[in-house]
């Protein structure tokens, strides 16, 4: 079992920086894949950021690569989002997920968190 808590969102400016951390109990935590998905107002669940268990992989979608940097700390039981030039479209809550797979996709995760908001203003 693995329960996840997010924290860090809130309300910035288009161009600012937003750091978001994903807090992780259980200790099977450095077996997981971790993930970043959001889900803006009336829209379906997006796949963000992807890192394997180890951090020797990730992956990111094409609307936030080379802004956005996924990372982990096994020792910490963290997972960060590190999130560069914010756009307006980047108005989302924001999903911490966990899968025993590697996983690049928004649905079929084992584990959630209740989520952040993160909102960009033009």
């Known amino acids: 079992q693995v329960q996840l808590v997010e924290s860090g969102g809130g309300l910035v400016q288009a161009g600012d920086s937003l750091r978001l951390s994903c807090a992780a109990s259980?200790?099977?935590?450095?077996?997981?894949?971790m993930a970043w998905v959001r889900q803006a107002p009336g829209k379906d669940r997006e796949f963000v950021a992807a890192?394997?268990?180890?951090?020797?992989?990730?992956y990111y979608s094409d609307s936030v690569k080379g802004r956005f940097t996924i990372a982990r700390d096994d020792a910490k039981n963290t997972v960060t989002l590190q999130m560069n030039s914010l756009k307006p479209e980047d108005t989302a809550v924001y999903y911490c997920?966990?899968?025993?797979?590697?996983?690049?996709?928004?649905?079929?995760?084992?584990?959630w968190g209740q989520g952040t908001q993160v909102t960009v203003s033009t």
């Open positions: 997920a966990a899968s025993w797979e590697f996983r690049v996709t928004a649905t079929g995760y084992d584990y």
């Open positions: 259980g200790r099977t935590f450095s077996s997981y894949g």
């Open positions: 890192i394997n268990w180890g951090g020797g992989s990730t």
